[in-house]
């Protein structure tokens, strides 16, 4: 039997087209659609899209929100092929039902996505797609916002055919009825127009007769001179909500009847709960039951501050296993053995690799960064009640259909037995992708110890931060060979992971012998993807390394890049931009300096330059930062910049503060004070400028990340002499800097 | 214990130990659910409300200490129209996720009563809390163009 990526490769004869095929329901689909998420009078024509009697259009997202901006962007998506008139374009979330899957588009998208190959999953998606194509005979498919991919994938694959093919099964009704061929036929506006006799219908009147037709999984796309919506900075539609606190989170849920929920996990991952010492904390008030877990203690109350009150004055013991003794510098022995052994494998190597290194002059370093936590602004919680053998869940979760199929696993359930309610989130950044939904099961099995009560479970922002799932703790060591001039004629990059090879580590510049491999180094310490995953790390490591080469060969940062880039136009172009929006090369006041890095991630070409300043005492500001970004084409070019800025202060509060260290097998930190942010007081200014290429859409959500560290720390190096290998910098002295004379 | 709280000009009774946080009561006794959990320990500002007018950290207020004051929320901030600070985030687009922007807008309100027009500086001394999504740019210019309204 051909196995499942067998059947959807061989129908994919150009990336995407069958994708589209695959997602276009036909009309006995439709029927249930209307069923499940159409109001009286609304129709659905095609995937994602109503049309109500007065001509109004509703998309429906199959993701969530997590304030990214893709309930805007992909409805105007549709709305652009569709030739709606944005004012009637209503937007609604789908509900979690295999009907409004985006796995299939995932899935297609993921194989046809340049940088897969073979059985590589991409790492936005590992332990996500992984797991969820596991289950995929049981649950079919996924719902899944994360990997920059809602634009890319549901909107170039889908919401843009979907409008499409509405828009002309819209004429084809329009054309029967008037019985004049459908290219006499016109649309504007949410009607269908007839030039030649001056007749026009509106699309409510048309849409159950259109509903008729097969949507045509090829209709003809705008070209993008014809846009008028896309590519426009239109103003996101759920920001009215969210400054006058409606938007309704999944912290927010009100049930009626409704417990809350406080717990307490074993601070050791992998550890149990040998015994709870109840005492007196029963008797305090609310305290309803106490519950105890595998690996936690859980009291739930008549009300929050009861229950995390009542569960602090337990006292569980728990059995730490094999893990009691794990501290941040065991792990990195562990890393640091690994990288001498010989257990790497061959990752990459092209041409002599690394038997390149005998000639030329070597330069060789070692990077490190640490765990992170994703510290969302929204602690994990979720909202469970288990009645009549049914299991109904609440939670703002980055896929819906994932978070309802894990809540039926957990509770033992059929999916039919599971009603799923997705709500908004506050803050995804990774965290709320399916594998990672620890606070489902915990909410779901205290639920269900208390059949008919409604239970908000709520992690402390302590318990959030100490069972996440982090971005890795890892190390790069690097080697290169340059030649005469300064250029490398060989890189060799040898690194840990806690998965498998990483995409990421791959790199753009041209250098004809690399060999890059790798080593897995699994600890007990649960990791996940974090806003822009691998190439969080790799592009530190990478635009770190490249940028001692430059100095190495006393040439420009700039200028190394843009020689190394000779094959990679659309790159150059990037970098050239940046720094000539950032004055490269201008004069400097004395303190401050310029630091330049460029990353590829998620298809999508990003550069900072940033701008220090050190003071005398070796405190550090990061002043402005400019940046050029190159995703083929903004479909909404304000929603772009936002995602970008919030990228670059995510990942400048990681570079500037972010640490999450191990001490007797559990988190040290615990909260904001001891896993400190970046607050306006830090916040640099930020530039953002696009770089329309024309290419294929890149993502936006995560691109902005992976370049902010280094650009920093090669402006430091600019500055001082200093080269930070290793993250955050709160723990590297900048005071006993010697000044160098900073030619950029 | 009974308490009476004045939150948004309507006087409230609940019936919650001294202690109880300010926030987990206007949320939990009063569904008052705008004003957001953070962190607990009045580090992140997510939780900020208004009494008597000063930004005040709700999840490390007891209730007992706010008896006899006038309390806001952002549920009440509005309640006759989008004040210019709400105008202004939508105009200069600024939430993402939107979890902390109870708390931001709420802070920013309390601080422009007292100074209309706050430097770069004066602004980051006096808002301290925190947003992961990294709105804080938009946010400078939101209040930079209400300095300047």
Redesign the interface.
Known sequence: MPSRRMIVLGGLGTAGALVVGYALWPSHRLERADKLAAKPGERFVANWIKISPDNSVTVVVPHC?????IYTALPQMAAEELDADWSTVHVEAAPPDPLFANGSLAEGFILASRHMTGDQIPAFLRGTVANTFRTIASYMDLQVTGGSSAVRATGVYGMRVAGAAAREMLVKAAAARWNVATAECTTKSNHVLHAASGKSLGYGELAAEAATYSPSPTPALKPKSAYTLVGKPI??V????????????G??V?VPGMS?AAIKISPVFGGKLKAVSVGDVSKM?GVQKIVQLDDAVVVVAD???RA?DAVEALNPVFDNGANGGVTSATITSRRMAALKSADLKSDLKTGSGADALSGGRIVEATYQVPYLAH?????MNATALFKDGKLEVWSGTQDGLGARAQCAKTAKLDMENVTYHLL??????GRRLPGFFNFLDYAVKTAMAMPGTPVKL?F??EEDMQHDFYRPNVMSHFRAALDAKGMPIAWANDYTTDGGADTEAHIDYGIPNQEIRYVKVPTHVPTGPWRSVEASWHGFFIESFVDELAHAANIDPVAYRLQLLADKPRHAEVVRQVAARAGWGTPLPKGKARGIAMVESFETIVAHVVEIEIAPDGRLKVDRVVSAVDCGMAVNP?GLK?QI??????GL?AALFGEITIDKGAVMQQ???DYD?????Q?P??EVHIVESGAALGGAGEPGTPPIAPAVTNAIFAATGIRVRELPLKNVSLASSRPQSARL | MSFLLKVNGTVHEVD??HD??LL?VL???L???????????S??G?CTVHVNGVATRSCVTAVSNVVGTDIT???G??AGG?TPV?QA??DH??????????GM?MAVSALLAKNPSPSDDE???S??????????????AAVHSLAKA
């Open positions: 929100d997590m304030g990214t901006g103003p996101r759920d920001i009215p909500e969210k400054v006058n606190g409606v938007t309704n989170y912290l927010d009100q809350y008030r009300r929050y501050w995390r510290a969302t602004m929204e602690p908004p989130m506050g803050g995804g950044f709520i402390s922002r304000d936002a800025e919030g990228g670059i202060i995510y509060s909260s904001f004070p942010v970046v607050r306006l007081a916040c200014t930020i | 919650v130990e109880a946080p987990w949320r939990d006794e569904g008052l659910t705008g004003t957001k959990f953070g962190c607990g320990i580090a992140c997510a929320t952002i549920e901030l509005g989008l709400q985030w939508i687009q600024v939430p993402q996720c939107g979890y902390c922007q109870s807008i602004l980051a001394s808002i301290t809390n925190i947003c992961r999504c990294g709105t804080y740019p938009r946010l400078r």
